[in-house]
């Protein structure tokens, strides 16, 4: 989310005032940047995890299961024993962060992974001692648990300690208390200030699933947090160079809905089974800070209109067009609008099919630079119709040579299912960083070796693309088609995604140039038809790459795991928790998840994650 500073932030309404000099000055530095890195070349191919991870209160007498709010305070402890490692000259192995919510905490290894054999393997090793430092400092009630949405997250009584007097002036919520958000100043301002630019709190009405006692239709969700609560998996790779890491970014792009239906671990919110398997419309949605007219939906009768057309903007469909723009298509947590290869027989214009909103002002400075292509100038100017949702009073004029906070400010709140990286600014002393890629929409995996095994996946994916040349573009349209596709229950056995036809270049004469697959086509392929699945690709690179035998067994293990996902044999996580709770005694076929099934599906997850148990 961003750079944290100490200092006042400043409010929404004081925020107006500093905006355009913050949007200015964030293009300055990206110039800047730009500038200083784009000759760079052949830097190595690193990558590194995050994994957001759920604290979760057990109460064995009884046998509830809560949220427990103490992230704040395992973090301090944590964040003291790295230190003292680093003072020691030692490792610690691990980095944590602070996240959303007072229940999550984000884990990463404190060095990034090579793209080699051996450091796909060092990732799940890693993950095994984060969890167990997780366990060994936390409470001995307490688990922490990698699962997506909390099952009775919203539900009554769910957090520990309880909260007596539920004061919801920051969530606005009927059913989330302003004590579940992190304690943080950036924190509350991002709440805050979604809300406050939107005009309205959060509304999201999600299917129930029916079953044959199912009374309700759905449910309702009402905050910022029923989407920033949630939590995921995020891989970032760095590129060998400017190039590799837009064309990384393209294939990524198309990729995201086939991996995101693969990772689904959603099918549990607010203590009901869903009739869907993902997460994505819930952030979408509940970080949604577009105003009524951005939305293009009626505002509420008596309501002041509160956005007027911006003559900055317009809508792209390959070509600018003319006219004021007020509906923006997009909220800024959604998948991505806008190919990035500078090369037009690559990213063909017709790839681009969607409405894509751009400021003209923003463009016309990057263009004006000198430096800047067409391609890359309107990403950027796409990503600058966002306003800053924070702002640090002390931090407002800088030098735009030394430091990039106001790019990052709103780079940063760009949430989507790709995030193209340009290096930091970099401090004196600090290690150098290169041209990187985010791949950002898979859902958080039950046990480390699932995470690791699509951490590793996603890596080899990356280095074949490199290595065979690989390209995966579809319109843009056809991608957002996935991504709802990729949403549905048990969508990796019973929906067909766009897929492009021939991933290794031209379509040929008298085929098509995408159709729809099933998920088990795309990749595992088609042996009777003679057709290479893209974990083919992925096993004949990894042949083709130095490594022991026995490690690469191992990573072999990985690709198998995903392999018998895509062709249904093994259980996506979300199907797994579904067929958990319909064959739990206490279910009553209604759809609703009872606080006896949610604590046994606690304790079967932290079993399964870490086999050494801790109770």
Not at 6 to 27: F, M, P, R, T
Not at 449 to 473: C, D, K, M, P, T
Not at 590 to 599: E, F, G, L, M, N
Request: glycine share 4%; with cysteine.
């Amino acid at each position: 989310m961003g750079k944290t500073f100490a200092g006042e932030i400043l409010s929404w309404e004081e925020i107006q005032e500093v905006k355009e000099y913050i949007k200015e000055h964030g293009i300055a530095q990206f110039i800047h940047k730009y500038n200083a890195f784009k000759s760079i070349k052949n830097d190595p191919m690193l990558w590194g995890d995050e994994m957001e991870y759920t604290l979760v209160h057990i109460n064995h007498e009884q046998q509830r299961a809560r949220l427990n709010l103490i992230g704040p305070e395992l973090l301090e402890v944590l964040e003291n024993q790295e230190a003292q490692a680093q003072a020691a000259g030692k490792r610690f192995l691990m980095h944590w962060d602070p996240e959303y919510a007072s229940y999550m905490i984000e884990g990463t290894s404190d060095l990034p992974y090579s793209a080699g054999v051996k450091g796909l393997l060092e990732a799940e090793q890693c993950m095994i001692v984060r969890r167990a430092k997780l366990h060994s400092t936390s409470p001995s009630n307490t688990i922490p648990i990698t699962m997506t949405a909390f099952p009775l997250m919203g539900v009554e009584d769910f957090l520990e300690p309880a909260v007596t007097s539920h004061s919801n002036k920051l969530t606005l919520s009927d059913s989330i208390p302003d004590a579940l958000v992190t304690a943080k100043n950036r924190y509350i301002a991002f709440t805050q200030a979604i809300t406050d630019r939107s005009g309205v709190r959060p509304k999201l009405s999600f299917p129930v699933f029916k079953d044959t006692n199912t009374k309700e239709e759905s449910i309702n969700l009402d905050c910022v947090a029923f989407g920033l609560g949630v939590c995921c998996l995020q891989i970032t790779m760095q590129a060998s160079d400017l190039e590799d890491a837009r064309i990384l970014y393209d294939q990524f792009v198309a990729l995201a809905p086939v991996m995101l239906s693969l990772s689904s671990c959603t099918a549990i919110i607010k203590g009901h089974l869903v009739d869907t398997d993902a997460r994505w419309t819930m952030l979408t949605s509940c970080a949604d800070d577009r105003t009524h007219e951005e939305r293009n939906v009626p505002l509420p009768e008596g309501s002041p209109t509160n956005s007027k057309p911006c003559t900055n903007y317009k809508v792209i469909y390959g070509k600018e067009t003319d006219g004021l723009v007020t509906h923006i298509p997009k909220g800024r947590w959604n998948s991505v609008s806008w190919y990035l290869h500078s090369d037009r027989n690559v990213n063909k214009l017709e790839y681009n099919d969607s409405p894509l909103v751009i400021d003209t002002r923003i463009k016309d400075l990057l263009l004006k630079s000198g430096q800047i292509d067409d391609v890359m100038a309107t990403h950027i100017s796409h990503l600058f119709i966002r306003d800053p949702l924070i702002a640090y009073k002390d931090h407002i004029e800088v030098d735009d040579t030394q430091f990039d906070d106001h790019f990052e400010n709103i780079q940063s709140s760009n949430w989507q299912t790709v995030r193209f990286k340009p290096p930091p600014v970099q401090a004196p002393g600090s290690p150098y960083i290169g041209w990187r890629v985010e791949f950002r929409p898979l859902e958080i995996q039950l046990t480390d070796e699932e995470n690791a095994a699509l951490s590793a996946v996603v890596v080899l994916i990356a280095r074949a693309i490199r290595h065979f040349g690989l390209r995966f573009y579809i319109p843009i349209s056809k991608v957002d088609e996935n991504m709802k596709y990729a949403e549905k229950r048990d969508a990796v056995r019973q929906e067909r995604f766009w897929w492009r036809n021939n991933i290794m270049g031209e379509k040929k004469e008298g085929e098509e140039e995408w159709r729809q697959m099933s998920v088990d086509e795309i990749m595992n392929g088609n042996k009777d038809k003679g057709v290479k699945g893209l974990m083919d690709y992925v096993e004949e690179y990894l042949d083709q790459e130095e490594g022991e035998m026995a490690d690469k067994k191992r990573v072999k293990e990985y690709i198998q795991i995903v392999r018998k996902r895509a062709s249904g044999e093994y259980m996506t996580n979300a199907r797994w928790i579904r067929d958990f709770v319909m064959r739990h005694e206490d279910y009553k076929h209604d759809s609703v998840v009872s606080p006896k099934i949610a604590y046994d599906m606690m304790m079967k997850c932290d079993s399964m994650a870490s086999p050494a148990g801790c109770f």
